[in-house]
């Protein structure tokens, strides 16, 4: 999951793709570098280990210019984050090259490229790339033909952009299994793994398709199938409404996006705001796909996963419905007994995540009824390959931990158990009380988010904390869950969740004054089990956090530290106590002077197995 940008101009270009790339710093950000072909012929080129604002730097106190440049935000795959690793990667004194993607059989490559005498400077998969492309310049072929030659002998999945002095008017590209677009300009052309990146420069657009090779001129654009023929791929006009990536008031995106998260629901909600729900919300086939379906599967990661496991419990106990929820990586690889009449849904905030596409890839008729994809951002290729899509409305999402786009797929989930509901026999003034609910959730959310300071307060208890537990029971089971995913993401403590009857089962022997316990604990039927779970917490010395909309049920005393929630419908509290223990992440992160928006390791879009 790296971050490409390229550009071919009539104009010096070094600051569009530095732009581009501070766009594209979601999808990694361990390293950076750009390489441009200046007004004589030399390649030029920068590379730092660390953020892309470390490349700036270098561009300030040293600037490279030209016309044709490629440059890359990098996420670590093979070869750990240094300047040597990073990208562009450089062949023959002539080419140099940005890959975004695994290469699987880089080894056998490596191996005879150094037969051959090209010699290594890096650890990564993509130096063999590079040297292949040097390989067919030196025995005189042109950069297009070079790469479609190379791309011919690589396994794996990538997107890659590539220079060559001798050509120096040229970006040379290519796409297998991660994304790349065209961004159409005028008297200029460009690309980028995500149009996000190019939207200062252009609002038309080429999605490329799987195994196309792009060469691209100020002036002119050629694309080749697989098979490689000349092709033409549709351009798309974007809106004229750029996303700004602004974080205005707050001091992290995280936070900003918190804090939006009334709005994003609400824009989630859509017509059904002021409406009745309708099928086309999920696509025109929807009501003739909806009306076979009898079972349901969900596949998703991270966050999204845990998306889909509280809508399992919507699914089967409000419409009727079976419902299975898997991770990606493993439901892709599993030999699997499909029900009959299943729909698959998928659930992915980037509709990128390599794991999601291959399993929807995987998942063809008859083993499925169709596909439905539950994404955040539009012609994704999620969005772009499913049967039927219900875009979340959060807006970008630029922290890496998510949090508006999961309380806004749990919005769509709630549409979803009401439409197939209704066709498994939900009683009519139940959708209804269940819209209505829905309708109100914004102004519910608003009122967790006025909890913020007591949520900061709580927070203190964590910062010299190495381990905490999550509790939860039936649906708020995944809510903690989430909880935890979000502690450990982004303020690095060792955060696990657990269904509250499981403590004794094990985790309870982890119980000490050292271990904080948190505990999502609304009032619903399960809150009684919960309570003597707690208290086994309790005589074990534990130092319980509950979250609880029952006040009357706790109290604060020695040990049990009570976060009064809004005691608002029950099926919105789900969402609720999410919103809450975000904040709660969020502060912990804070005073323990992580980065919050880009914590280590990670990246937002993993397009990569
Ligand atoms: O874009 P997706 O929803 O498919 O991403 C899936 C996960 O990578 C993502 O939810 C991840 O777990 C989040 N960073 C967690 O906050």
Known sequence: MCGIVAATARREVSEILLEGLRRLEYRGYDSAGMALIDNEHHLQMHKQQGKVAVLEQSQSMQPILGCVGIAHTRWATHGEPSAANAHPHISSQRVALVHNGIIENHVQLRKELKAEGFEFTSA??????????????????????????????LEGAYALAAIDIKHPEEVVAAREGSPLVV?????????ASDQMALRQVTDRFIYLEEGDVVQATPTHLSIFARNGEPVTRAQTMISAAVEVADRGEFEHFMLKEIYEQPSALSATLGAVADGPLIDEQFGAEAAALFDQVETVQIVACGTSFHAGLVARYWLEDIAGIPC??????????RKRKQHANTLLVTVSQSGETADTLAALRNATEPQFLGSLVISNVDNSSLVRESDLVFLTRAGAEIGVASTKAFTTQLVAFLLLTVALGRRHGLDEKIEQQLLDELRELPRWVDQVLQLDRDIQRMSEAFIQKHHALFLGRGVHYPIAMEGALKLKEISYIHAEAYPAGELKHGPLALVDADMPVVAVAPNDDLLEKLKSNLEEVRSRGGELYVFADNVDGFQDEQQVHVLPMPHCPERLKPVLYTVALQLLSYHVALQKG???DKPRNLAKSVTVE
């Open 183 to 191: 961004g159409v300009g005028i008297g200029e052309n460009f690309l």
């Open 594 to 596: 992580t980065d919050v």
């Open 124 to 153: 990564t998969d993509t130096e063999v790339v590079v040297h292949l492309l040097g390989q067919q310049l030196n025995a005189g072929h042109s950069l297009l033909h070079a790469m479609q030659a190379t791309v011919k002998r």
């Open 324 to 333: 299975d929820v898997e991770v990606a990586s493993e439901f892709r690889y």
